[in-house]
């Protein structure tokens, strides 16, 4: 087998160094007055105080060469990191709320810069990716909808007949990830261009679509337990009549899911990197909460299971980053099909880990735990929806599994 190289490389550790400070010294202090003030005035707007929070790290981000970590490879427009390279950035991401952006490394973000990068023609490159890029508009990814097991995604049915030199889309789009942000300027949206005489998985395409477009309507903003996440939002659309220039269709009917692999991969192992930046995050919390508090006499670390239960944590953990990192460096290699099955692995693992370990921590915090005085209540509500984000828990153990049983297949047993 080739040499599996998962450490920290030379180039990266200096980079690290200033990430990992930047986010300790400068970012995480920042999180809670940012979010504090997402209930004063409109909140599907930003305040000034959040404009002057983000911009101003962004600037000093920017300033340093911190930035666009998650274009991978030899690119221009990125420092030309490996995946296995940027797991260990992103892990660090994953313990402040604003560090994603601050880097310009957040979701969804980076799933469509992706798709821009690769699929766009060289105008809407010069349009979307462009400012993208210099984190001065959002995005959205419109795929899942409300009356189809989005799942199963060969189910997407939103319309999208030619008239002319336009598309005409018809339908409805839930769970539009960032689409609430006022600074949310386009969508890469899944539609169906084929019929049922065509194989089902070139029945889709990917269209982008401005989001000042005329017939796009906001229905709602989706709640994740009970919460709007604004202003970043989770939003529910309709689309009536919407039209939508030829040139915009990504690179030709019915190549839609060959774009959905490429943009979901990546954004998928982010996402799992974060997660377990999130643990380490938790488990810390726990530890310091367990060291401080006593109760019956004792500190709580003396009490119950509560040493199995950290080291458990910390165990799990480590799997969970050596298996990110296998995953990482099968990406690294070049071969979609054979990373897949990694990748389903640490998406089911990553965020399950990371919310049981969160979940103890609440438990460790009592009723302080899941209030607004620690970031866990959140931090648990975001992974308890990662677990359904890009493809919910039984779809990649299935796909886990139809690889391992395709190796035995038609061999004796």
Request: proline share 5%.
């Amino acid at each position: 087998m080739t040499n599996m190289a998962l450490g920290m490389s030379d180039r990266l550790a200096p980079i690290h160094q200033a990430v990992t400070d930047m986010i300790r010294d400068e970012i995480a202090p920042l999180d809670q007055a940012f979010l504090a003030e997402v209930d004063i005035g409109d909140r599907w707007s930003f305040t000034p105080r959040q404009t002057e929070i983000l911009e101003t790290l962004k600037a000093r981000a920017r300033e340093r060469g911190l930035w666009n970590f998650f274009l991978t490879g030899e690119d221009a427009d990125g420092p030309g990191l490996t995946t296995v390279e940027y797991a260990y950035l992103a892990e660090e991401m994953g313990k402040s709320h604003l560090a994603p952006e601050v880097f310009n490394c957040n979701a969804p973000d980076t799933g469509n810069m992706e798709v821009f990068h690769r699929y766009a023609s060289p105008a809407l490159k010069e349009r979307w990716l462009k400012p993208l890029l210099a984190g001065e508009i959002r995005s959205a990814y419109l795929m899942t909808e409300p009356d189809v097991a989005s799942s199963d995604a060969t189910n997407i049915a939103m319309s999208c007949l030619r008239d002319g030199d336009d598309y005409v889309l018809n339908g409805e789009k839930w769970w539009a990830t960032g689409a609430g942000d006022p600074r949310c300027a386009v969508y890469i949206v899944m539609v169906r261009t084929g019929d049922a005489d065509a194989p089902r998985h070139q029945r889709h395409s990917m269209i982008v679509v401005p989001a000042d477009t005329p017939g796009i309507e906001k229905i709602r903003a989706m709640q994740v337990y009970g919460h709007d996440d604004a202003p970043h939002g989770h939003m529910h659309f309709r689309f009536t009549d919407v039209r939508v220039p030829v040139e915009n269709l990504l690179l030709g009917e019915g190549r839609g899911f060959e774009i959905a692999q490429g943009r979901l991969g990546p954004g998928r192992i982010h996402h799992c990197m974060r997660a377990i930046g999130q643990a380490e995050k938790a488990l810390e919390l726990l530890c310091r909460r367990a060291l401080s508090r006593e109760a019956f006499g004792k500190p709580l670390a003396q009490l119950g299971e509560n040493h199995d239960i950290i080291a458990r944590a910390r165990m799990e953990i480590e799997q969970a980053r050596l298996l990110c990192l296998k995953a990482a460096w099968m990406m690294d290699r070049g071969d979609a099909r054979a990373a897949a099955p990694w990748i389903s692995m640490i998406k089911v693992e990553a965020p399950r880990i990371a919310l049981e370990i969160t979940d103890q921590a609440v438990q460790m915090f009592g009723a302080q735990g899941i209030s607004q005085d620690t970031p866990l209540a959140r931090q648990w509500t975001a992974l308890r929806t990662l677990r359904l984000a890009d493809g919910p828990d039984a779809v990649h153990r299935r796909q886990v599994a139809r690889a391992e049983l395709k190796r035995h297949t038609q061999q004796p047993v």
